[in-house]
Each structure stands twice: as C-alpha cells, then as structure tokens.
C-alpha cells in the first residue's frame, strides 16, 4: 500500500521548480520519447495488419479458401459433400480444373494458367462480384475466356476480341503429333487488385477446359468456399476429416512463404522501434539520478523524521512509474488517433508537399491500409510500462541508501 506521505512527497517531486530547470527538461524528453516510441509502434503494427488483411482479401478474393484433389481413380466422393460439419462452415463449393496454355495474339505469346468453371458457378465467384469486374458476369459460355486486366492491357484486348490458345495436349496428325489449338472470344476482364494473378491467370467454361487438355470428370478439383476464411488450419483439419483420403491444401499453404516473410518483418520492426522507448525510458533513470542529487537534503529529513528506506523507495519509483505510464497513455492515444486517420494525413502530405505518397499503380491500394489491433496495443503498452518500471528501480534503491547524517551536514 502507498500511504498519504508518500503520495504526498512523490507529488510535490514531481512538481516543476526554477532551480530544477535541467531536470525538467530530461523530464519532457523522457516523456516525449516513451510517448513517440509508443505511437510509432501502434502506427506501424496498425499499418502492417492493415497490409496484411487487404493482402488476404485479395488473395482469398481470388482463390478457393480450400482445394481438394483426388487420389482414387474414382475422383472426389460426392456423397461426402452431404456431411453436416461441411455444410455448417462452406459456403460455396463448386468443381474446378486447371491447366497450362499459351496464349497466342498477334506476333505475341504468353504462358498463362487456366482455370476452368460451369458457367452457374462462374457467377458465384468472389472475384466476379468485384467493382471493377467489366463484361457478363452472369455466365462463362463455351469457347469463351475471362481475363484479368493486366494481361488484357499486356496484350492490347478488350472485350470481344479473339485470341487463340495453345495447349501441350497434342493432337495426332499424319505429319505428327500436333499442339492442340482453339480461338476463344473475350467474354470479360476482372480486377483482382494481384498484378501477378491478373497477368497470368485465365477463366473458362470447365467443359472446354476438359475437352481442352484432355480431363475427364474424375479429375476434377474440389473447391470449398468458407463462410469465415480465418482460422483456416481449423477449417482445414476439419475437412480431413470428411475427406480423409484426399489432398488438401488451403489459400494459407499456397501463400506461406510469403506470410512467413510478413511475419518475420513485423517482428523485426517491432523489435528495432522498441529501442525507441528503450533508449527514452533511460532518460528517467538520468532523470531520476537529478532528483536524488537535488533533494538529497529533503530526503535527509524524511530519513531524520523516521520514514523509512522502503518509503524512499516507493516515492522515486512511483515518480518514474507516473512519467513511463503517462507517457505510454499519451502514446496510445496519438498512435491510435493518427492510425485512424492515417489516410487524411496521408492526402494531406501529398497536398503539401505535391508529392504522391503511397501511389496506388505501384501498390495496387486505393488508400493506405490501417487495422488496430487491441493485443498489440496491450503487447505494446505493457511492455513500455514494464520497462519504466525496469529502469526506476536503482535510482529508487540509491536514494535509500542516503546516509542522512553525511546529507544534512554537506547540504
């Protein structure tokens, strides 16, 4: 417990006096250091979520959540796709196929991957209900082909035009075995927002895919749409159960490499910007060294009046606690404000300066992405106050070890 003396000598040190002019002012560097390194913390992890959900969205926008394929010659056993714990978390399951092609337009040619539909499931794709998504949303006729942006603005289509694609499946001619080729027509174009998927990704009717490269329908993949795509290893271990003897991998399998290296950033950056209260917080102990110094005298009094050492501890520790967890407040509260806000400040700076901060043709974002995270926010605060506790404690130690006779006969 800390009594009223305490409190009340703890305040009255922390009071601003003239002849404390130094003090004061490693006082407010201290606090405006704890404060920066805290907000620049939450700003930075706000931003880096923020990334990373758009990422997953676009990326879960465009894949199937879960991919089955079939090991048995069979295919996929579609009496499983009854089972009540699949139907609780799918969404959407439909029959997909893919492929490699060529694709060949004018004196140009370019590998693609294609994917292949039936039409009705065509128009259930996330990725069709996109805004940005131009042509018949509605169906994905034979001999029909849907492509992203970039390939169309790589290759100079529109909707309408004709191209012709190579497949590695041959065909047998009296000359020899010859690729497989067919003219498809340009049925829509669609806007992932993944420059790498809109280039080298290509949607068709899943007939003329088979027929194509020579599937049948046993071959086909079986893809599961999920009403909540997060915490998909759950999701995952649940459908292995269903399917217990088929492959199955999910959006997250597909994409570890580069969540793994996400991951590994945003605690390096977590780690480097923590230096900053780290090397803020060591203020207060130089601030705390001060004040021992300047009131040595008055400390020599309480000691001469009976207080204890334990008391002398508790005042300038609490002094040192009061400046970390104010200013870890003040932190929090301007890093979640600005992390808010962040895109006003953004179009502000652009403004300012005439510069384009964050342009959205390299980055593929119409805004700067922010998410809040509360665990972070606790994760940061508690380890900033952890830290002003850390460094409080020998100055607290060394003015209790004042020896108060030598105290009031040098001061």
Request: aromatic share 10%; proline share 2%.
């Amino acid at each position: 417990m800390i009594s009223t003396l305490e409190k009340e000598v703890t305040f009255r040190f922390l009071k601003a006096r003239k002849k404390d002019g130094f003090l004061n002012v490693i006082s407010i560097f201290s606090f405006i250091g704890i404060s920066l390194g805290v907000a620049v913390l939450i700003i930075v992890m706000s931003v880096m979520n923020g990334f990373r959900t758009e990422l997953i969205n676009k990326i879960v926008g465009f894949n199937p959540h879960i991919t089955i394929q079939s090991y048995d010659e069979e295919g996929i056993n579609q009496n499983k796709l009854k089972n009540n714990n699949l139907s609780k978390i799918a969404k959407n399951i439909v029959f997909s196929n893919s492929g490699e092609a060529i694709i060949l337009k004018d004196n140009t040619s370019k590998g693609i991957v294609l994917r292949g539909y039936i039409s009705d499931d065509f128009s259930n794709l996330q990725i069709i209900k996109n805004k940005n998504f131009k042509g018949n949303k509605l169906e994905l006729k034979r001999n029909s082909i849907s492509i992203g942006n970039e390939l169309s603005f790589s290759l100079g289509l529109e909707i309408g035009d004709k191209i012709t694609l190579m497949s590695p499946s041959g065909v047998e001619t009296i000359i020899g075995r010859m690729p497989k080729q067919k003219t498809f027509r340009v049925n829509s174009i669609f806007n992932s927002g993944l420059a790498e998927f809109d280039n080298n990704v290509a949607l068709i009717n899943l007939s003329t895919l088979d027929e194509f490269f020579g599937y049948s329908n046993k071959d086909r993949n079986l893809e599961i749409y999920l009403n909540n795509p997060k915490n998909i290893e759950e999701k995952k271990k649940i459908i292995q159960k269903i399917f217990d003897n088929e492959f199955i991998y999910t959006w997250a399998d597909m994409n570890s490499s580069l969540f793994s290296a996400l991951k590994v950033e945003r605690n390096v950056m977590f780690i480097i910007l923590s230096l900053i209260i780290i090397v803020a917080a060591f203020n207060i102990i130089s601030g705390l060294t001060i004040l021992v110094k300047n009131k040595t005298r008055d400390i020599a009094i309480l000691k001469s009046i009976g207080v204890l050492n334990k008391s002398i501890i508790k005042i300038f520790f609490l002094i040192g606690v009061i400046i970390g967890t104010t200013a870890t407040f003040f932190g929090i509260f301007l890093g979640v404000v600005f992390s808010l806000y962040i895109e006003n400040f953004r179009q502000f700076l652009s403004s300012i300066f005439n510069i384009s901060l964050f342009p959205e043709e390299i980055y593929f974002l119409s805004k700067m992405p922010s998410e809040i995270n509360p665990s972070s926010i606790l994760l940061i605060s508690t380890c900033s106050i952890l830290i002003t506790i850390i460094v409080s404690i020998f100055p607290a130690f060394r003015a209790a070890k004042l020896d108060p006779i030598k105290a009031i006969k040098y001061e």
